[in-house]
């Protein structure tokens, strides 16, 4: 037991002592938790809008008033012919243009009926959508204003669409356990392969060999305090986006807390693994990172739903911890679900990291070959 | 006295070369066995097989009366080695690796403290300081101290003074002439010729096989012929006027000079005149004491001749 901690001990040191390793260790997950949740927002949040508006009533400055305060939009500029359109769409910061027709108001009062147009920039695709719905549903919620104060007791039928768990849509709730889940595994096995490669590449796994360690010391020695800092990386992570995004979390934390452990440890063995099939530093790192980030980021429905996938993808994705983890991750954070409903995903993550640790002892070398 | 390793036809190869072939020898207690020869040799693979972790093809090994295949956990426990390169953390202190390599055999720093006191005592100013910033000898100091903290039954230095200055290289050797006192067995290995002196017995080896095993005496006795130095300030020329000469039998390059051996163990009669024709006009000629590479060299040429 002492040589353990004296070994772990030796371990910390080596982390400690090395900047490169502390900013992956915590930097990254830091930085990685920002910019998915504020600059690859998928929310529309001050969009600029240009308003061109031929009729300049009453009413069209009701509702553009409407919708500029709605917070999701801001006014880039007040256009004055359809000649402006395509100008300030050309120059980027407008993401659309809202115009509305001469004698928008009178038609309106007269007619019962009257026309607007979103003219939308398609070239970013995502942003164009999100940006007519969100008017549409602005300009609809008008629609049910203006219609109530003016037919108090017409019967209508208004569908009212609810969004569960997430209600907002916000994208960082998404995101975050997206996050955590590629972070983690990033994290642990990279860490763990370079560190026990790094002993082979520098010739102290030879002395380690010849010392009365046992493998299962070394191997337990380098992976433990990877296991806590990856640990305490979770509890970083978790408190940042409840502080940040005000995202809390449904389910048990208790619960989240035990499973984020199973999938450390996971990783950990996986990170073993690699380490016991690569000598140097530099395969460790090319196996972790093209073996493990692309297809934790492509495969695991962290950003493409695995539904919509070809099944080819389906099937491949099977095999990829990381999907497993996404889906209890975001069962307990989103959804508050129990161990009941996530019971299938744990048992499959018990027996990869049972698998995985079994292959990493047995393939570990007590000889130099 | 007990045989500490008891070695008869190691085999070793990899792919298609043989880096080891038919080697036997065996070490007593308390006595540094050293292994000479050049790089390439065979000697870091010999030490890999003594230290269990490599395995021979053929051939059986005893280190200790332990079998280093099925016993190598008992072995490990009583081996200290140093390995050929700088192994120790370079990003952990002097001090620190000393305790971490003490703490992994399950002793303590101070427990060993006389065994390492000597060497120990010549980098503990810099205790400190940070493994990777020593110089070389510095470095070599610690290693040898870190192999050495567990009190080890045999201990095994691979190169322990390669790119080492002359004096660490001195104090190096006066530490392990010391360790004699405490039972340690020591087998070294080394290129360089001057330390085989400093070992009890030495073996020549080259090209995986064993040339010669015996005290460096006995060794450098072995060579029986007159050996004279020459000395030119072209060196390169003279060796090539000298295997030129049909009365040579060797002509080897010797620090500033050159060691050269005749037929019938005389000078040939009119060599400066034959240098002379050669372009050699600076030649001094003295009779020398033989050392032991030019038995080694010599045995080198007679295993060559054999083979070719």
């Keep these: 037991m002492k040589r353990f901690l004296g070994f772990v001990k030796k371990e910390f040191r080596h982390i400690f002592r090395d900047y490169r390793t502390l900013f992956i260790l915590f930097g990254i997950p830091v930085a990685e938790i920002l910019i998915f949740g504020y600059a690859i927002s998928m929310d529309i949040k001050n969009a600029g809008v240009a308003i061109l508006d031929l009729s300049h009533d009453e009413v069209t400055e009701k509702l553009s008033g409407k919708i500029l305060s709605s917070g999701f939009f801001k006014k880039s500029a007040d256009l004055l012919s359809y000649d402006e359109i395509d100008q300030v769409l050309k120059k980027g910061k407008t993401k659309a243009v809202i115009v509305f027709e001469e004698g928008f108001g009178k038609r309106l009062i007269r007619e019962g009926k009257a026309s607007l147009s979103i003219i939308a920039d398609g070239s970013e695709p995502n942003t164009a959508t999100l940006v007519t719905n969100y008017t549409t549903a602005i300009v609809n919620d008008f629609n049910i204003e203006i219609a109530g104060s003016a037919l108090n007791n017409a019967l209508k039928i208004v569908p009212e669409v609810r969004m569960f768990y997430n209600p907002e849509l916000k994208s960082y709730s998404m995101f975050v356990p997206g996050v955590i889940t590629l972070i983690l595994i990033l994290v642990s096995a990279l860490m763990t392969s370079v560190t026990i490669t790094r002993e082979k590449e520098f010739g102290t796994m030879e002395v380690l060999l010849v010392s009365p360690l046992k493998p299962v010391q070394i191997i337990l020695g380098k992976v433990t305090p990877y296991f806590i800092l990856s640990f305490i990386n979770v509890l ?61 980021i492509l495969l695991s429905g962290f950003i493409f739903p695995i539904e919509n996938m070809p099944k080819v993808y389906d099937y491949l994705s099977l095999i990829m911890p990381p999907r497993y983890f996404i889906t209890i991750i975001k069962g307990i954070m989103i959804k508050g679900t129990g161990l009941l409903y996530i019971w299938k995903e744990t048992f499959v993550l018990i027996l990869m990291t049972t698998v995985f640790i079994g292959i990493s002892v047995r393939k570990f070398k007590v000889r130099l070959e | 006295m007990s045989v500490v390793v008891q070695a008869s036809g190691l085999s070793k190869k990899f792919g298609q070369t043989a880096a080891l072939e038919d080697i036997s020898f065996s070490v007593n207690e308390s006595e540094i066995f050293g292994f000479i020869g050049p790089d390439g040799a065979g000697k870091t693979t010999l030490f890999r097989i003594i230290t269990t972790l490599l395995l021979p093809d053929s051939g059986e090994i ?22 050929g390169r700088f192994s120790l953390y370079q990003d952990l202190s002097v001090e620190e690796n000393l305790e971490f390599y003490a703490t992994v055999f399950g002793t303590t720093i101070e427990e060993n403290y006389y065994l390492i006191k000597d060497i120990y005592s010549h980098i503990e100013p810099f205790k400190k300081r940070l493994a990777g910033k020593l110089s070389g000898g ?23 003074t390669t790119g080492v200055d002359a004096v660490s290289r001195s104090e190096f050797w006066d530490m392990l002439s010391r360790l004699r006192e405490y039972n340690i067995t020591v087998i070294v290995s080394t290129p360089y010729m001057d330390e085989a002196m400093r070992c009890d017995r030495i073996a020549l080896i080259q090209n995986g096989k064993l040339l010669a095993v015996d005290t460096p005496t006995v060794v450098k006795n072995e060579f029986r012929r007159k050996l004279f130095s020459i000395r030119s300030a072209e060196k390169h020329k003279l060796i090539i006027a000298l295997r030129s000469l049909d009365e040579t039998i060797s002509s080897f390059p010797f620090g500033e000079s050159v060691h050269v051996t005749f037929k019938n163990d005389r000078l040939p009669d009119n060599l400066d005149l034959s240098l002379r024709e050669r372009g050699i006009s600076d030649a001094s000629i003295t009779e020398t004491e033989s050392g032991i590479e030019d038995r080694f060299l010599e045995l080198i040429q007679t295993t060559e001749h054999q083979t070719a």
């Design chain 2, 62 to 83: 005893k280190v200790l009366g332990l079998d280093g295949t099925r016993n190598f956990k008992e072995l490990r426990m009583e081996i200290g080695y140093m390995p």
């Design chain 1, 236 to 296: 970083v992570i978790l408190a940042m986006s409840w502080l940040v995004f005000g995202l809390p979390v449904k389910g048990s934390i208790i619960l989240l807390l035990a499973e984020s452990m199973l999938y450390i440890l996971m990783s950990l063995s996986l990170g073993i693994l690699i380490s016991t099939v690569s000598s140097t530093m530099q395969q460790a790192i090319f196996i972790s990172l093209v073996g493990l980030m692309l297809p934790t």
């Design chain 2, 138 to 160: 510095m470095k070599q100091k610690l290693a040898l101290s870190c192999a050495l903290i567990h009190k080890p039954k045999l201990l095994v230095l691979d190169e322990p």
